[in-house]
Structure formats: structure tokens, C-alpha cells
């Protein structure tokens, strides 16, 4: 059974920082709503939702996709990602926006920061990804700044990183 409300939590976190993001002039980035529609007789019909968050950063658009898992082995499905939520990546990427898809692992609290440049080579060859590969491939960050924008580091050295 799958619940609707898996990874809520997540996108909170997320929004709590991009919160700060904005009240510290960094960042722009707001949730997208699930588009939906009222008929007539008042029943309520949700259509796909694109991606979990749009926003700005250093003058660039950012699409990020927030996903949430609990594996012991820490592998994560790539199927947890929509072929349409994949497909609004690539173009956002192809369009020169900054694509992301922000993966955190429950157990671990871990981030795992993707950009879907780096992703989008494995989405033909492999069916999930592994702990090594994860680690291999992803920004580590932290739930509480997942963009790692709260840090000192230069925010042009932190959108380097996650662009590729």
C-alpha cells in the first residue's frame, strides 16, 4: 500500500529551509501544489504533479524533486521517481536551469543532493541506486540546509556543485 503522504515530512524540512533561504536573501524556492480540479458534483480530481519545487538562485532557475526512503541497505529505487517528474528535470536541465533530485534517507538522515545531469546516465542502467553509488554520485548534505546555503562557504563554489 502506498501512502500519500510518504516523504511529507522531507518536503517540510525542505521548505522550513527555504524559509531561511529567502529571509537571508539567498534563494528563492517555493513548494509546488498538486494541480487539481472540481467537478461539477464537487468530487475533487488530482492530476500529476511536475516536480516538488521551483525557485531561483543566483540568478538561475532551480527544479528540485524530494524524495524520501527507508531501506537498511540504503539503496534507492530509481522506480520512486515519476517518468514525468524525470522528464520535467531533463527539460528544466536542457533549458539551463539547475535540476536536482534531493533524496533523503530516513534512518541515516542523510541528503543526498543529485544533479540530474549526473543522474540521468544511470536511469538506462541500473534499477536502483546502491550505497557506494549514491555516495559516489550525490552531494551529501544535511536536512536542515540541504543546499548547504546556511554554510560559509561561497555561494558561487555551492552552485558549482551542484551543477554540472
Known amino acids: ?5 510518504k516523504g511529507k515530512s522531507f518536503e517540510h524540512k525542505i521548505e522550513a529551509s527555504n524559509l531561511s533561504y529567502v529571509n537571508r536573501g539567498l534563494a528563492l ?3 509546488i501544489t498538486d494541480p487539481v480540479s472540481i467537478t461539477g458534483g464537487g468530487k475533487i480530481i488530482r492530476a500529476k ?3 516538488d519545487f521551483l525557485g531561483v538562485i543566483n540568478g538561475r532557475s532551480i527544479a528540485i524533486e524530494a524524495k524520501q526512503y527507508s531501506s537498511a541497505n540504503l539503496t534507492f529505487p530509481l522506480s520512486n521517481i515519476s517518468d514525468h517528474q524525470l522528464e520535467y528535470l531533463k527539460m528544466h536541465s ?3 536551469g539547475i535540476s536536482i533530485v534531493a533524496i533523503h534517507h530516513i534512518s541515516s538522515d542523510i541528503v ?6 549526473t543522474l540521468e546516465p544511470y536511469l538506462t542502467t541500473v534499477k ?3 550505497k557506494e553509488l549514491l555516495e559516489e554520485i550525490s552531494i551529501l548534505s544535511n536536512i536542515e540546509d540541504y543546499l548547504g546555503l546556511n554554510s560559509k562557504e561561497d555561494n558561487e563554489k555551492i552552485i558549482k556543485r551542484i551543477t554540472v
Open 29 to 31: 524556492i517555493q513548494r
Open 1 to 5: 500500500m502506498v501512502s500519500v503522504n
Open 128 to 130: 536502483s541506486l546502491k
Open 49 to 51: 504533479s511536475t516536480i
Open 94 to 96: 536542457k533549458c539551463g
Open 112 to 117: 543526498y543532493l543529485i544533479p540530474y545531469k
